[in-house]
């Protein structure tokens, strides 16, 4: 199994911050990895795809970069509604994996 | 708009089987779309279960796949989801999703939870 590993596993910050959310894979998976957002009670939600494409109808304060096995997310100015619980996921194998996820806190 | 719905019971014995269904609507579950069952536990996090096409081709997770069937029904544009032997494990919220661009997930169902007990 390609294990993924988020960092940190929950951070708090500020509205207007920049947030920058990580995640590694146990192997080179390319670009072959997705972003969620997940509020509480809620599907996950798709943020970006193929690690920096960003999925129609998310706001472009959204961005997502790496490849190989480095891969981040960042919030370029966190709002409100940014609060909430953040997965990676990868599809480079035929079983795809998620990381345990970051939690987004208001400071 | 594709919509995706669960449903089953929300209860299921030690050692039954638990039967979800998810009810695909705003499009066919024919066209050229894979679809998955992703749970999500306190324990374990969000677990990938396995996924079919509509041409009844299916891949599972190997941690459970002796326990696990997938089906499709086109004539209710419905999946289906089977898993044996529950244990109080196998407790969780189970989303069905479609797969989209680069194997990500970009509609889910709203989760049902099921709990395994007595």
């Known amino acids: 199994d390609i294990q993924m590993t988020q960092s940190p596993s929950s951070l708090s910050a500020s509205v207007g911050d920049r947030v920058t959310i990580t995640c590694r894979a146990s192997?080179?998976?390319?670009?072959?990895l997705n972003w969620y957002q997940q509020k509480k009670g809620k599907a996950p939600k798709l943020l970006m795809y193929?690690?920096?494409s960003l999925q129609t109808g998310v706001p472009s304060r959204f961005s997502g970069s790496g490849s190989g096995t480095d891969f981040t997310l960042t919030i370029s100015s966190l709002q409100p509604e940014d609060f909430a619980t953040y997965y990676c996921q990868q599809s480079y194998s035929n079983l795809k994996t998620f990381g345990q996820g970051t939690k987004v806190e208001i400071k | 708009q594709v919509q995706l719905q669960e449903s089953g019971p929300g209860l299921v014995k030690p050692s039954g089987t638990l039967s979800l269904t998810c009810a695909v609507s705003?499009?066919?579950?024919?066209?050229?779309?894979?679809w998955s069952w992703v749970r999500q536990s306190p324990g374990k996090g969000l677990e990938w279960i396995g996924e079919?096409?509509?041409?009844?081709?299916?891949s599972y997770n190997p941690s459970l796949k002796s326990r696990v069937t997938i089906s499709v029904d086109k004539s209710k544009n419905q999946l289906s989801l089977n898993l044996s032997s529950v244990t109080a494990a196998d407790t969780a919220v189970y989303y069905c999703?479609?797969?989209?661009?680069?194997?990500?997930?970009?509609?889910w169902g709203q989760g049902t939870l099921v709990t395994v007990s007595s």
């Open positions: 192997q080179s998976i390319s670009t072959y």
């Open positions: 193929a690690a920096s």
């Open positions: 999703a479609r797969a989209f661009r680069s194997g990500s997930f970009d509609y």
């Open positions: 079919i096409y509509h041409s009844g081709s299916a």
């Open positions: 705003g499009g066919s579950i024919t066209n050229s779309y894979w």
